[in-house]
């Protein structure tokens, strides 16, 4: 448990910039170890959440402090009050945020505050309303999804089953709107493959069903595959998932669990 969680909160933390407030030591390096910081603090019983299905969350600020180089705010959104943490800065009571790259921990004990979270985003910065991710942020999202046909890619997919309980790729697509914030499973093969993009791998997954963007799937996990390999995939899958700078995926796994079967 604490290998996934200190995944999770590299993916929330290594992008970190500031965007309301002085800038601290904002290199990877940093913000991993501060990562790995928090994840000794993390509860064996404790679990993520996951992200959020559509774009970033935001809100008003109603409390905010400063404890061990995080800030800490809570929101008032529209779906109610969270709390969240975020790169140490100033942010003002009244002041509008949303949470960039934020992914939530649920069961979290804060040893500097000698304080647990029932639930808790952390996110890679803060921006106002509308803003732009990070330019750093917005170079690796470039990465990650440039150069994807849209379509079939040229793979043989003979010999693909799908898996118990699972479905097909094109399935995923068109029921979306339905499967969102649901676990799925797909076999599939990697038909193309990025690693340590936003502190996670980027794998888009086909199994020859589907047309046009339907045939495509974006996975993302801290598992590396290779082009070629087939693969097991399972996780939650989010729907309308918006990175900002035009980078907006229909369908997204993010964090799967991600099993090699066959590698090429």
Not at 62 to 86: D, I, M, P, Q
Not at 144 to 161: E, I, M, P, R
Not at 232 to 238: H, K
Request: net charge negative; glycine share 12%; proline share 3%.
């Amino acid at each position: 448990m604490k290998t996934t969680t200190l995944a999770i909160l590299a993916i929330a933390l290594s992008a970190a910039l500031i965007g309301c407030g002085e800038k601290k030591d904002d290199s990877a390096a940093a913000w991993n170890q501060k990562a790995a910081a928090v994840a000794k603090e993390m509860p064996a019983e404790a679990a993520p959440a996951g992200p959020a299905a559509g774009g970033n969350l935001g809100g008003e600020v109603a409390e905010t402090f400063n404890s061990g180089g995080y800030t800490y705010v809570r929101l008032k959104t529209a779906g109610g009050e969270l709390w969240a943490a975020g790169p140490e800065g100033q942010v003002q009571i009244g002041q509008k945020l949303e949470l960039v790259g934020a992914m939530a921990m649920q069961n979290f004990h804060a040893a500097s505050l000698n304080r647990d979270f029932a639930e808790i985003w952390f996110a890679a910065s803060f921006a106002a309303p509308g803003q732009a991710p990070p330019a750093d942020m917005q170079d690796e999202i470039k990465k990650a999804h440039g150069g994807v046909a849209v379509g079939k890619a040229d793979a043989d997919f003979s010999g693909l089953t799908t898996p118990s309980g699972g479905l097909k790729v094109a399935e995923v697509n068109t029921r979306r709107t339905e499967l969102a914030g649901r676990t799925v499973k797909v076999r599939g093969k990697v038909v193309k493959s990025l690693t340590g993009i936003m502190g996670r791998n980027w794998l888009h997954v086909q199994d020859g069903s589907g047309d046009g963007e339907t045939a495509d799937l974006t996975v993302t996990s801290g598992t590396s595959a290779k082009v070629g390999d087939t693969v097991l995939i399972e996780g939650v899958l989010s729907v309308d998932k918006d990175f900002g700078s035009g980078y907006f995926y229909k369908a997204i796994v993010e964090d799967a669990a991600v099993r090699v079967e066959q590698s090429s």
